[in-house]
């Protein structure tokens, strides 16, 4: 029984026509795992076909991981899961608590006809370079957490550009891609802007800043904001052996310094919310509970997962600026 068939003047493009002969052979058992697929030419030959026709099917397939490539020798069945529409590449900073609302979002709004494949670089570059170079060619879309990674445009400039989306963080290198993203130094300015009529009884503003991590625009955003609002302030690259000064208000995007910060606080037998303050970057359950509540500046990373699906199956090409607010707790 014939691999694959084609119809003419069936109205269905030949690519897609092979691609489902494919994905029939498949389900009825005619290909199984490690078979070999007929050969780009021998296909090309039997249907008058160009071989762009037959690659972009077979790429298709490729891409889904149903089949796979050796190189000089043809193509072979992978898999039989042939449901699977997207095969979806997500690259994330690191795994955190917010990151997981935004994974865990973005998975249960893609529905069963994807398989998604995580990867973390560590705000590594070459663990970044090396997660790009391994993955393309191999998948339908890619979702991609670039932060502010030298040379990380020129490495994403090697994928497929219509297959690519930006997350959480974009830049002017990367405004060709469709992104879903924060705008760091609006969503603080506004953010501190909002509770302006709070920070009012504190002395003096302080923004933890602890590095590569962190997205700069925080750091221009809030002394914008200082400047603008005439507060005294100071940035620091990180907390340990400070001492904690009434008045101080604390800007913390890092949870490691947010527990710091605290710890010290019990030591020097300070009240938060009233000997000083504690704003702290994204929202996460424990900070509703902690010390009365930990006022927060954070996007809504389930709205972004969401928005990321959409922008997948719709293929919509548009930059998104993720929504941010401030959540007024007893820290503050």
Not at 67 to 81: L, N, P
Not at 127 to 151: A, C
Not at 223 to 244: P, W, Y
Not at 252 to 272: H, T
């Amino acid at each position: 029984m014939k691999v694959i068939t084609i119809q003419e003047n069936s109205g269905i493009p030949k690519y897609k026509q092979i691609v489902l002969s494919i994905e029939k052979s498949i389900e009825k058992g005619i290909l199984k795992r490690d078979d070999k697929l007929p050969s780009v030419t021998k296909v090309a030959i039997e249907f008058n076909l160009s071989r762009d026709t037959i690659l972009l099917a077979y790429d298709n397939l490729k891409k889904r991981g149903i089949i796979y490539a050796i190189f000089g020798k043809g193509y072979y069945v992978r898999s039989s899961e042939i449901a699977i529409k997207q095969r979806i590449f997500l690259l994330f900073d690191e795994l955190n608590s917010f990151k997981e609302d935004l994974y865990n979002s973005f998975i249960s709004h893609m529905g069963d006809e994807a398989q998604i494949d995580i990867f973390f670089h560590h705000f590594n570059t070459k663990v970044f370079e090396r997660h790009i170079n391994e993955s393309n060619g191999i998948y339908t879309k890619y979702m991609i957490m670039p932060t502010d990674l030298k040379n990380a445009a020129t490495c994403i400039d090697t994928l497929p550009e219509k297959e690519v989306y930006i997350v959480d963080q974009t830049n002017e290198e990367l405004k060709k891609y469709p992104a879903v993203y924060q705008n760091f130094e609006k969503d603080i300015y506004k953010g501190l802007q909002k509770g302006k009529f709070k920070l009012k009884k504190y002395n003096k503003l302080i923004l933890i800043f602890s590095g590569y991590t962190v997205p700069v625009g925080i750091k221009d955003g809030f002394l914008k904001f200082a400047a603008d609002f005439n507060f005294e302030n100071e940035v620091i690259t990180e907390f340990k052996n400070r001492h904690i000064e009434n008045g101080e208000v604390y800007i913390i995007p890092n949870d490691r310094d947010l527990v710091s910060v605290i710890e010290k606080s019990k030591l020097q037998k300070l009240k938060l919310g009233k000997d000083f303050g504690i704003i702290s970057y994204n929202e996460t359950p424990l900070k509703k509970l902690v010390k009365n509540g930990i006022t927060t500046i954070s996007t809504d990373f389930e709205a972004m997962g969401k928005i990321l699906a959409q922008m997948t199956f719709e293929n919509k090409k548009r930059q998104i600026e993720n929504k941010s607010d401030l959540i007024i707790r007893g820290s503050l």
